[in-house]
């Protein structure tokens, strides 16, 4: 019966007085639903999921699975990793390599006891689940490696734990099979109802994968919203810019009312933005946008600007343009198989509002 994860408050660290690996993060993930923790190398993401397994042990906080608590370090509770009834799938297979692919799905259940029948029942219905039904009795290590990370999923939903948690299991496939393997990896654990936490660095794999994405940085989680709203609507400068938003374009706060900021970008004229902070006049700030929603060759009621075009790019399916827009440089992509702009000269651009993020420049640096 898959059940619900709550963490509190959650905090590790590795050394004394040296910032937090994990530093006050909470959040719950309801019964049967997938978030996914995505962030750079360092954030604490895999910290938080090996915490939750009971792989490393919390110096504050609290985690539940269900309505069981597994670890409260001020009470002194710290359940067992083998107790906490949860399946794991890690970045390399960890399938037993002399062992056929039924009997590596078997084993778990064969440790927990469970009888002769009814294996062989659940182990057949959990390989047709992962699209392995047809190669049960193959050695494992004659799969390729996609199948045998099937292999390593069937292994850990075969016994229906409370809760599955996933580190970065894609991370070892090729391009292409990992982009085929991450939808039919939703699939599956949708199928089988499963509460998941799943950990991750791609922000395409969050987006197709989370019911909801929650961003971290430097032990922090930043925000934790459904993925249209951590995509469109980021309320953090790290955010939009760890998840595509590269262009930042440089200026102060004339004005902020009511979610929408007017910034004087110098050169270049007044920008309107829809920001989550409240800013206030004279402010220094940043506005992000992302290259896909910057309109090439267009004048709008709103944002509408005259850049120069300083450098064309084709690249197949796509046109990615450098621009100057009043001394700043910003970049545009275009989508399709035929360039439909000039590479050199003046263009008309249109930056709409609601896809152009102001926050106060507290002159750190976003870059992840």
Known sequence: MS???SIENLEKRFTPGVRPAVDG???DVPAGEIVVLLGPS????TTTLRCAAGLEHPTGGRISIGSRVVSEPAKGILVNPRERDIGMVFQSYAVWPHMTVRQNVAYPLKYRRKAGGDINARVRETLELVGLGDYADRPVVSLSGGQMQRVALARSLVYRPQLILLDEPLSNLDAKL???LRDELRRILKMTGMTGLYVTHDQSEAVVLGDRIGVMNEGKLLQMAPPAEIYNRPTDAFVANFTGAS????GKVLSSAQGRATIDLGAAGRIEAWTPQTLSAGDPARVALRAENIRLGERGPANAFSGRVLERRYQGMQTVYDLELGGQKIEALELGTAARHPGEGEIALTLPPDVCWAYRD???TVDA
């Open 362 to 364: 507290d002159g750190k």
């Open 3 to 5: 059940s619900a994860l």
């Open 42 to 45: 360092g954030c604490g993401k």
């Open 178 to 180: 990992r982009i085929r």
């Open 25 to 27: 993060v909470s959040f």
């Open 247 to 250: 262009n930042v374009l440089r």
